[in-house]
Structure formats: structure tokens, C-alpha cells
């Protein structure tokens, strides 16, 4: 399982240390005592072993103890516990950082951190620290939290920002937090269920088909084991709040300390259970937004969907019988349908509506002025008209009904 995480690598590496250069040695040990310089600005000791530890108290700050102390002697690579607590400093600092996740000093320490876990997990290989055949019981109290080394560095990959790679990031974190999860439930660390995998998730799709509803209930239990999980993490991260200090100062004994990273390793077996769900929706959403883009760069057309019928909203078929759709009238037509059709009789605004007008203006004008010349040639008309006029002075309104008067 070491094997495959120190092989693959991190995606995308390759390409971003040109970017940002990756320390070596000597620029990692400076950094550590630079760090655990911050920390305790006024301690001081005097001998070389001191700086086995940079989270510790003791380191000494100033420079002229330094060089006296390795004055003609080699800088011995940092060990594992110094990469593995730089490691999860950075994490910490990444997490808890002010600025954006896409700034370079954030990104810097992303990588930082990639390289140093990828060292410590080298590391373990070489000195074969875990094995299938032994018990957690087996394994020593400081070495159980190298066993979160996969963890890390999956929640680490999750933080880096290149777009064009981020389907690989996250296959990349899905593995590691997967190695995680099945190197615990093989120390029984906890009881919890593998996610699926590419292999067993066909299978309960096949055995799932055949049952009724099986998508209610599998939603249930996973939301009910979401919040025991929400729960139980919470717990464990208030305890571990409360055995920090006396774990990291040295006063706690071998069974605080083995209670300490065991309950670390349940809170990551909770984190990583939430990063993996997380990840296959992004995927999921990923792969969705390049399918349009695969389907045209393979030339292949999309169908062209059929118009609608009309519907009606009414509650039940026989409502709809009895009341109707509840408005005037249903759409016999599309709009499309309606601009087809006006197109071929040519009704449309720039087809025949505006020439239709001015034709109906001008046999409106035409007809007036040959009425006009009617009348004024008609004398028997201006007769009539005469009269009815003399006739109306003579006989005003209501003259011949004078019944119902009082």
C-alpha cells in the first residue's frame, strides 16, 4: 500500500515544481528550525540532538549556537517523526490560512508538504514499519500516526488549484484517502463500510435493481450515518483539544499517548469518509460538463427534440374531465408553428402587413372622392337633402310622441 503512494506520485507535480521549486534536504531542516524558532524565541540549548524535534520548546533560536554546534560536521537529514510533524503543520497552516487557497504562499506550502509526505512515505517503505500480519496491539504507540500519511496527503492534493488537472487531483486523493480507509479496517481501528469501488459498485447496482426501492433506503441509512459520524467527530475533536497540550509537551504517558493517535486516526477515518463522497460528485459534475465537449469533438450532432404537447395541471384525470384546464383555452399551436405559417401566406411585417395597409388607405381615399363627386353631381340627392334639413327645423325631437306625458 506504501508502495502506490510513493510510485504514482502526486499529479501534476512535474509540470508545478518548475513553477515552484522543490527544497531539498538542508532547505528542509532549515525551515523546521526556522519554524520551531518562531515558536520558542527564548529557549535555548546547547548540544546538536536538541533539533531532532522542531515542534519542541527546547530549539535554540540563535544562529552563532548553530554553528557551533555543527562547525565541521555533516547536516543530518531531518528523521521521520520531523517530516511527519512538518507535514501536518502545514496542513494545519493551509487549513487555517487567511488568504485564498490560489495564492502562492498557500500553494507553496501544498507542495512543500506533497514532497515531504511523499518522503516520509518513502521513508516507511524502507523501513517496513507496518505489516498485514501484525495487530494494531502490535504496533508501537509513536508509530500509529504514520499511518495517516495516505490522509494527508489526499487532503493536501484536494487544495491544489490547476484546473485543467483537477479530474486527476481528485482520482489521485480518492486513492489515498481509500488506502487510508482500508489500512484501518484492516487494524480494526474502527467499524465503518468501504466506499464503493469501480469493481464492487457494479455489483450493488446488479443486486440492487431486484429490490424494491432501494434508493429510499439507501439514502436513510446513509444520512443517518452521516450525523453519527458528524457526532462522534465532534466528540473526538473536543478530547483531542483537551490531550493536545499534554501529549505534545511530553508529560502524558504511553496509554494517553496511544489514546491520543488513535483517536486521530477515527476523526480521519471520518474525514476521509466525507472527502470521498465529496470527490465522487465533483467527479460526477466534471464528467458531465466535458460530455457536450467530447460529443462534438467526435462530430456527432445533437437530436433535434420534438415540440411538447400541451398539458394540463389539474390534480387527477378526472378533475380535468369535469373542470377543464381551469383557463380559456389550450395552445393549438407552437410559436414556431405560427411564424411557419403567417411566413407562407405572407403576413408578416416585412412580407405583407405594411403593403396590405397602405393598399386598403388609398381604395378608402379613391372611394371618398368618387362619393364626393356623386353628391355634388346628384341634384335630386341635394334636393333630399334640403328637405330633410327644412323638415327638421319644422319638426323638432319627440314632436308626434306625446303618449305617457302625464
Known amino acids: 500500500m506504501w508502495t502506490m503512494a510513493t510510485q504514482e506520485g502526486t499529479p501534476g507535480s512535474q509540470s508545478e515544481n518548475s513553477a515552484l521549486e522543490l527544497p531539498s534536504a538542508c532547505d528542509i531542516r532549515d525551515y523546521m528550525l526556522r519554524e520551531a524558532s518562531q515558536e520558542a524565541p527564548s529557549e535555548a540549548v546547547s548540544s546538536v540532538e536538541a533539533l531532532s524535534s522542531p515542534s519542541s ?3 535554540d533560536p540563535a544562529p552563532s549556537h ?7 560536521e555533516e547536516l543530518l537529514p531531518p528523521s521521520l517523526s520531523e517530516l511527519f510533524d512538518t507535514c501536518q503543520r502545514l496542513l494545519d497552516e493551509v487549513e487555517a490560512a487567511v488568504e485564498p487557497t490560489s495564492s502562492r504562499v498557500v500553494q507553496e506550502k501544498v507542495l512543500k508538504g506533497l514532497y515531504l509526505l511523499k518522503l516520509s512515505a518513502e521513508m516507511l517503505v524502507q523501513l517496513d514499519s507496518f505489516s498485514h500480519n501484525e495487530d494494531l496491539e502490535e504496533i508501537a504507540s509513536s508509530d500509529l500516526k504514520y499511518l495517516m500519511v495516505p490522509a494527508l496527503q489526499g487532503a493536501l492534493v484536494l487544495k491544489q488549484v490547476n484546473p485543467s488537472k483537477r479530474l486527476d487531483d481528485l ?3 480518492r486513492e489515498q484517502f481509500l ?7 484492516q487494524y480494526h481501528v474502527a467499524e465503518f463500510e468501504l466506499p464503493k469501488t ?8 446488479t443486486a440492487g435493481s431486484s429490490v424494491a426501492h432501494p434508493n429510499l433506503i439507501a439514502m436513510a441509512s446513509q444520512r443517518q450515518a452521516k450525523i453519527e459520524r458528524y457526532k462522534q467527530k465532534k466528540e473526538m475533536e473536543h478530547r483531542l ?4 497540550a499534554a501529549v505534545e509537551s511530553g508529560e502524558a504517558d504511553d496509554e494517553h499517548v496511544r489514546e491520543y493517535y488513535l483517536l486521530h486516526l477515527r476523526r480521519w477515518i471520518s474525514i476521509s469518509l466525507e472527502e470521498i463522497n465529496s470527490i465522487d460528485q465533483e467527479i460526477k459534475i466534471l464528467r458531465e460538463k466535458d460530455a457536450p465537449k467530447e460529443a462534438s469533438a467526435l462530430g456527432s450532432t445533437p437530436q433535434s427534440s420534438l415540440p411538447m404537447k400541451p398539458f394540463i395541471l389539474t390534480r387527477n384525470a378526472t378533475q380535468a374531465k369535469v373542470f377543464g384546464a381551469g383557463y380559456p383555452s389550450l395552445a393549438s399551436m407552437t410559436v414556431n408553428d405560427w411564424y411557419d405559417q403567417h411566413r407562407k401566406v405572407g403576413a408578416l411585417p416585412d412580407q405583407g402587413i405594411p403593403k396590405t395597409t397602405s393598399e386598403v388607405r388609398r381604395g378608402d381615399q379613391q372611394h371618398e372622392e368618387e362619393e ?5 353631381d346628384d341634384e335630386e340627392a341635394l334636393q333630399r337633402v334640403r328637405e330633410w334639413d327644412d ?8 314632436y308626434g310622441n306625446r303618449q305617457n306625458m302625464g
Not at 198 to 205: I, R
Not at 372 to 376: A, G
Not at 391 to 398: L, M, Q, S
Open 66 to 72: 548553530k554553528m557551533e554546534a555543527t562547525e565541521g
Open 198 to 205: 469501480k469493481n464492487n459498485s457494479a455489483e450493488n447496482d
Open 171 to 173: 482520482q489521485w486523493a
Open 179 to 185: 488506502i487510508y480507509l482500508t489500512q484501518c479496517q
Open 391 to 398: 323638415w327638421k327645423d319644422t319638426h323638432p325631437r319627440g
Open 57 to 59: 520548546s527546547e530549539v
Open 241 to 244: 483539544s483537551a490531550m493536545k
Open 372 to 376: 364626393q363627386k356623386e353628391e355634388e
